[in-house]
């Protein structure tokens, strides 16, 4: 079991169920149950409890990936959401040593998730134009120590990827099928990639440019998510869902002719 130290990120749990997440430092965090002295957390372990300045108990926990990416990334762009970029890690076989290629960084949510199951023997290959947005993804890596899992490049993969032989790669741009065929060219023959959209025209686009190119298996889904209310004697749906978040296009690179 990890022991906390200080740049740790922490879940904190009331009682009642109310979460805070924040970085443990040499300060003291106010909340509706009273005060958090967040040193008291450094040298023990997940799942132990602090006393508030009112005496409340507050259980602390390492997050999970999903709860960083939905409660602790600050979003300079829309993410992709945990319940599609869990199905995409799976469906493109994102594992330990693997190079991957990221086309649109965004705000570095997806590029921390792959950055995590790379593993420190694989890479991350992330290209993104706007610097301001490259910025705040670099911070974000560093703070999480994935700064050697990830090489980060501000440019405009339309002006070429400098890497070759990737093992997957994942789309995340408004016009995906104008970057796919340089894309699918740096993939190593029989690797996945991956396209997120919003929309059923981009999907039609992206599908047409397939079409002409040496890929096969394409598939394209979206993923519904409804969490349920917790109440042993009145188990029900909760009133608001989760719907349509992406498109999800995969597909795998085949030898030429």
Same mark, same amino acid.
């Given at each position: 079991?990890?022991?906390?130290?200080?740049? !740790?990120?922490?879940?904190?749990?009331? &009682? %009642?169920?109310?979460?805070? *997440?924040?970085?443990?430092?040499?300060?003291? *965090?106010?909340? /509706? &149950?009273?005060?958090?002295?967040?040193?008291?957390?450094?040298?023990?372990?997940?799942? !132990?409890?602090?006393?508030?300045?009112?005496?409340? =108990?507050?259980?602390?926990?390492?997050?999970?990936?999903?709860?960083?990416?939905? /409660? +602790?990334? =600050?979003? $300079?762009?829309?993410?992709?959401? @945990?319940?599609?970029?869990?199905?995409?890690?799976?469906? #493109?076989?994102?594992?330990?040593?693997?190079?991957?290629?990221?086309?649109?960084?965004?705000?570095?949510?997806?590029?921390?998730?792959?950055? /995590?199951?790379?593993?420190?023997?694989?890479?991350? +290959?992330? +290209? &993104?134009?706007?610097?301001?947005?490259? %910025?705040?993804? &670099?911070? #974000?890596?560093?703070?999480?120590?994935?700064?050697?899992?990830?090489?980060?490049?501000? %440019?405009?993969?339309?002006?070429?990827?400098?890497? =070759?032989? *990737?093992?997957?790669?994942?789309?995340?741009?408004?016009?995906?099928?104008?970057?796919?065929? !340089?894309?699918?060219? $740096?993939?190593?023959?029989?690797?996945?990639?991956?396209?997120?959209? @919003?929309?059923?025209?981009?999907?039609?686009?992206?599908?047409?440019?397939?079409?002409?190119?040496?890929?096969?298996?394409?598939?394209?889904?979206?993923?519904?998510?409804?969490?349920?209310?917790?109440?042993?004697?009145?188990?029900? @749906?909760? !009133?608001?869902?989760?719907? /349509?978040?992406?498109?999800?296009?995969?597909?795998?690179?085949? %030898?030429?002719?």
């Amino acid at each position: 079991m990890k022991i906390l130290k200080n740049g !740790d990120i922490v879940c904190l749990f009331s &009682e %009642k169920g109310k979460k805070w *997440f924040v970085k443990i430092e040499n300060r003291h *965090f106010s909340t /509706h &149950e009273g005060i958090v002295d967040l040193q008291q957390m450094v040298g023990r372990q997940s799942g !132990d409890f602090i006393m508030t300045s009112t005496n409340n =108990k507050i259980y602390f926990f390492t997050p999970s990936i999903e709860e960083l990416i939905l /409660h +602790y990334v =600050k979003r $300079s762009t829309q993410i992709i959401y @945990p319940k599609d970029a869990g199905y995409l890690i799976l469906k #493109l076989g994102i594992k330990e040593g693997m190079q991957v290629l990221e086309v649109g960084t965004g705000s570095g949510a997806m590029t921390l998730v792959l950055a /995590h199951f790379v593993g420190d023997s694989g890479r991350v +290959y992330t +290209y &993104e134009e706007r610097q301001e947005f490259v %910025k705040k993804a &670099e911070n #974000l890596v560093r703070e999480f120590n994935l700064e050697q899992r990830v090489c980060f490049h501000t %440019k405009n993969i339309g002006c070429g990827i400098e890497e =070759k032989g *990737f093992d997957a790669a994942l789309i995340d741009l408004k016009e995906p099928e104008r970057y796919l065929r !340089d894309t699918v060219e $740096s993939l190593s023959c029989g690797a996945t990639f991956g396209i997120v959209v @919003p929309t059923t025209n981009q999907v039609s686009n992206v599908i047409r440019e397939c079409e002409i190119l040496d890929v096969l298996g394409l598939d394209i889904c979206e993923i519904f998510f409804r969490r349920y209310r917790v109440n042993a004697e009145r188990l029900r @749906p909760q !009133d608001v869902m989760v719907g /349509h978040t992406a498109y999800l296009i995969t597909g795998r690179k085949i %030898k030429s002719g």
